[in-house]
Structure formats: structure tokens, C-alpha cells
């Protein structure tokens, strides 16, 4: 078997796997996959330690995704504005 990615990227690669929601964890093992060519999904679902359907099922949902544009905060949200200061000067 090929080893596209150093061992030290592999171990970040499991680490931040190992800190997704279920969901997530799919859609991360579907996006790395796509990276590869042929047997990505065989080589990510080793290295994640996640079943090959998985991986697929991620795939599957990636394509069925709305993409969300409009930002976590409502309208309004955040520091607000402060007042320029009036410039007295003659």
C-alpha cells in the first residue's frame, strides 16, 4: 500500500478525526479521500479507522449539501460600531 502523507500528518490527520461529531467525521473522511486518486477511500478509511461505507455515505452528503452563506451571527450581531469623535479643531 502507497503512503501519500508522512506519518506526522497521518497522526493530526486521526487526532483532529477523532475530535468531529459523527457527521463531521464522514465529511472530513469523504473530503480527504477526494484528494487521492484511485483507493483513497480504501487508504483514508484505514488511516481514520472508519468503515469504507462510511466514507462514501460523507461523499453522499457533501454533494446533497446547501452550501450555508449566511454567517453564524444574526443581523445585528457582534462589537458594535463606536462614534467617530467630532473634531473640534477651527
Not at 473530503?31 to 478509511?45: A, D, P, Q, R, W
Amino acid at each position: 500500500m502507497s503512503f501519500p502523507y508522512k506519518k506526522n500528518i497521518e497522526k493530526s490527520m486521526k487526532k483532529f478525526y477523532d475530535s468531529l461529531c459523527e457527521k463531521n467525521k464522514r465529511r472530513y473522511a469523504a473530503i480527504e479521500s477526494e484528494k487521492l486518486s484511485h483507493g483513497g477511500v480504501n487508504y483514508i478509511s484505514a488511516l481514520l479507522e472508519c468503515d469504507p461505507k462510511t466514507t462514501r455515505q460523507g461523499k453522499k452528503e457533501l454533494t446533497e449539501l446547501e452550501l450555508d452563506i449566511t454567517g453564524i451571527r444574526q443581523p445585528g450581531g457582534g462589537r458594535k460600531k463606536r462614534p467617530l469623535p467630532l473634531n473640534t479643531v477651527e
